[in-house]
């Protein structure tokens, strides 16, 4: 195992490399969503299109959307800082997370009427298709 500190063998005192061991699992435990893209469900009917990105652990403040060239743009940037203070040394922690999913959006989707809500760690949006008339169609159909 490897130590950020350099341990004297003469002197070697338990607390460092247990504390680090604790210190390092920890983070690598917490720290599973660090620039990972979260799983999106797309789904389509003839209305509209709905997205669903799973973002457990994120609030809604955390979360941000906006529309960019035709392109809608999901992110989000979490920071947390920790700190525990004991008789003889300071833990401080940082922990910076984010992600950016891209989606093109084509002529079909209506972009002025795109909504989105987030509850229970899932950003659902919905992205309406152009409603097109049909157009009434009066004529005669010749058999061949």
Known sequence: ?????KVNPRRRNAFFPAHFDAFFNEVAKNNTFVNQKPAVNVSETDE???LEVAVPGLKKEDVHLKIEKETLIIGATKEEKTEEMKDNYTRREFNFSNFERRFQLNETIDAENIKANFADGI???VLPKIVEEKKETNRE???S
Do not use: E, G, R
């Open 1 to 5: 195992m490897t130590y950020l500190a």
């Open 48 to 50: 509209q299109f709905t």
């Open 123 to 125: 950003l659902n949006i």
């Open 141 to 143: 159909i010749v058999i």
